[in-house]
């Protein structure tokens, strides 16, 4: 039921955490190049993954996984968009993280979920729709329970410990290609471009649907360029941080719709199929949500997607590459 979640809005805010700190650390290092600069992402994200490994493991607060996931998305992000400037071991892959990341992912997004819907959902409930989803709630505590059991085999597991270790082993000595030893600025617009190339001619952006394929797709799409960007917030001029902004709004609005359909699907058409019992307000709370999370997608989607929008963009996209701030 739980397949690649959302991550609520409050805690999503803390995934560029550490990406603009990074930037501004990499920005004031003289003669800073392509492939120092990979190598710093990488670091930081390798760190904070050393850092995390034994509070997801503890399980006391479900935060821990969640950045977790976070870095190693970051991990691959940086892996796949610096490749070029990069000299890395056998085995350290883009793919192979992405691998990783999969098998974190069923347990964060049960605990997205039951989040949901203790903190969001159950409280506007009346007692008999409540008591009518007990059941459900108890087999998400048992999908959670077993979900645990496979995270822990995978940051026990052979793979994920070779990875890290072999990228440890390639900080100590790192090695780049002719590409990574080029001054980073005159390369800024490039490092950002491939992760943008097509954005917008996704047919997400004029889809008409809540419920399209298309709009889970292009959340994935959203969520690459902001990767590809944050790193480079220090380089970036004020209307280009707000389009970054602008982006995680939209992945926010996408996320939103796509949980609200699986809560949907998961429990109010399950719970028609498998009971008697109606759930109205459920179904009139989820109506209600995913409206709103409707209207504010089709308003940023709308300005974004403008010609006079993406134009502009473009300028300052390009601004990245004049040696100094946009």
Not at 151 to 160: N, V
Not at 203 to 224: C, F, M, T, V
């Amino acid at each position: 039921m739980a397949v690649e979640l959302h991550e609520p809005a409050p805690t999503q805010a803390l995934e560029s955490e550490a990406a603009p700190a990074q930037a501004l650390e990499n920005r004031a290092q003289e003669g800073l190049t392509c492939g120092r600069f990979a190598q710093n992402l990488i670091h930081s994200q390798v760190r904070r993954l050393g850092k995390l490994q034994a509070e997801v493991l503890a399980d006391r607060d479900p935060e821990p996984l969640h950045q977790l996931r976070v870095s190693l998305r970051r991990l691959r992000t940086a892996l796949g968009q610096f490749a070029a400037a990069l000299e890395l071991p056998d085995g350290v892959t883009e793919r192979r993280v992405a691998s990783v990341a999969s098998r974190t992912g069923l347990c964060r997004d049960l605990d997205v979920l039951t989040l949901r819907l203790r903190e969001q959902i159950l409280p506007q409930l009346p007692a008999n729709e409540v008591q009518a989803l007990r059941g459900a709630m108890k087999r998400l505590g048992q999908d959670r329970e077993k979900a645990l059991q496979a995270l822990f085999e995978a940051l026990h597991g052979a793979r994920y410990l070779k990875l890290l270790a072999r990228l440890h082993q390639w900080q100590q000595h790192p090695r780049f290609t002719p590409l990574g030893h080029q001054p980073l600025e005159p390369w800024l617009n490039e490092w950002p471009a491939p992760c943008l190339a097509g954005l917008f001619l996704h047919p997400g952006w004029r889809e008409a649907d809540p419920e399209a394929e298309s709009l889970h797709d292009l959340r994935k799409r959203i969520k690459k360029a902001r990767y590809a960007l944050e790193p480079l917030e220090a380089w970036c001029a004020p209307p280009l941080i707000a389009w970054i902004e602008q982006l995680r709004m939209a992945q926010d609005h996408l996320g939103e719709l796509h949980d609200l359909q699986i809560l949907n699907q998961g429990f109010v058409e399950n719970q028609r199929r498998g009971r008697t019992t109606d759930l109205p307000v459920l179904h009139a709370v989820l109506e209600n949500q995913r409206l709103r999370h409707w209207l504010g997608w089709r308003q940023l989607a709308n300005s974004l997607s403008t010609a006079a929008s993406r134009q502009e963009l473009q300028r300052h996209l390009l601004a990245l590459g004049d040696g100094g701030a946009c």
